[in-house]
């Protein structure tokens, strides 16, 4: 056989095989290519559609579209409902559009309009410069490697994750470097603001869970710190299309455990970390997306998740001290009168509290569980003038 033959076939091999994933994709249903099969480095074609919800043709959603069939041939105008994410590839770029996204694909002259509603995109083929419009048309926007933008009401919000972006908005030119947001919704001309890099070494990346007991659900989702980040903020989906947003939580920590109970009709859950600015309200760049795939038996009991448990072992007072011993939920976060106490690993404390007065106290043991369920102990001691 001869090189450039064997050279065609692995190219088609490759080409095949790249396919294959897409529609592995969680989400992914079979799409009508548009251009090259395989490839999506040129043109527009619609490759996946979140499992609830509808994409429609039309504003009276009347007609929705089936990427079986769907062929470009004229001006088309796509919009998703509230519950409905989807991707789209164009010209090499991977597009993931969320729930109430609005666009106007016009192939005769291929040109991409975003109208409205939250979008993600990545480079995924090609290396020439890209341009859509934002909005409506004269809004140029000239695509980096990676990036998310809002749009909605004439303004934007863009978070540029990789490469340089440019772009025209009203007649105003912006510069967006790597790692730089901007948010054009207060009028003028505001400065790019920069972004944290996102957190590198996620854990659990790609894992398993095997449910039977119900302490199976307890999970800890860990990464690496992001220097300078004070907090995070981290989201849980049911697909890699983030079109159900079921948990959204700002930690302090570069970990948190989190009771996965509430989510298990699920049969996996995608989850993303981001360095997050409380003053500003702004997410920087998100990790990678890990995800969990659950292999339950739980559902078939119809467990529920549980307040957590607190045990109160022995109250001792030695003059205006009282010595505390007991359990709780290992995986709770246990509080003494306001006081967070820390647990072993088999959820035993002990914990002591000194009062400057004598008299019937009443201490109060709170527990709250990763489910953010929550369980109320009270005790009282006396304590005796000496």
């Known amino acids: 056989m001869s090189k450039s033959r064997v050279f065609f076939l692995a190219a088609a091999l490759l080409a095949a095989a790249a396919g294959f994933l897409l529609l592995q994709r969680p989400g992914a249903m079979p799409a009508t290519r548009t251009d090259s099969p395989g490839t999506g480095v040129t043109g527009f074609q ?65 040109e991409l309009l975003l109208e409205k509603g939250e979008y993600y995109w990545e480079r995924q083929a090609g290396s020439r410069p890209v341009e859509i419009s934002l909005l409506r048309g004269g809004n140029i926007f000239r695509l980096s490697g990676a990036g ?54 996620i854990s659990p990346e790609a894992e398993t869970l095997a449910l039977s007991e119900p302490s199976d659900t307890i999970v800890q989702f860990k990464w690496k710190n992001v220097q300078g980040a004070r907090q995070y903020i981290l989201k849980l989906y049911p697909s890699a299309l983030r079109d159900n947003l079921l948990l959204s939580k700002v930690v302090s920590e570069n970990a948190v455990t989190l009771d996965i109970m509430p989510f298990i009709e699920y049969s996996a859950l995608h989850w993303e970390v981001a360095a997050y600015d409380a003053a500003r309200r702004v997410e920087s760049a998100p990790a990678r997306m890990g995800v969990i795939t659950i292999s339950s038996s739980l559902l078939k009991k119809g467990l529920l998740p549980q307040p957590p448990r607190i045990e109160v072992d022995s109250l001792s007072v030695s003059g205006e001290m009282v010595l505390i011993k007991g359990s709780a939920d290992p995986h709770a976060q246990l509080f003494i009168d306001g006081t967070r106490v820390e647990l072993d690993g088999e959820g035993r404390f002990i914990h002591t509290i000194s009062y400057r007065s004598i008299g019937v106290k009443e201490i109060v043991f709170r527990a709250l569980a990763p489910s953010g369920l929550e369980a109320i102990l009270k005790r009282q001691v006396t304590i005796f003038e000496e």
């Open 46 to 110: 619609v490759i996946g559609i979140s499992e609830r919800g509808n994409l429609w043709l039309d504003s009276e959603e009347t007609q929705p579209a089936d990427i079986r069939t769907l062929n470009f041939v004229s001006e088309t105008r796509l919009h998703s409902d509230a519950q409905t994410a989807w991707e789209f590839f164009f010209e090499g770029f991977l597009f993931t559009a969320l729930p109430g996204s609005v666009l106007v694909y016009t192939p005769q002259t291929r």
């Open 148 to 201: 998310r933008l809002r749009l909605g009401s004439g303004a934007l919000e863009v978070w540029n994750f990789a490469g340089a972006l440019d772009f025209d908005l009203n007649g105003t030119l912006f510069h967006v470097g790597p790692l730089q947001y901007l948010d054009s919704r207060g009028g003028g001309r505001p400065a790019p603001l920069p972004l944290f890099p996102p957190p590198p070494f």
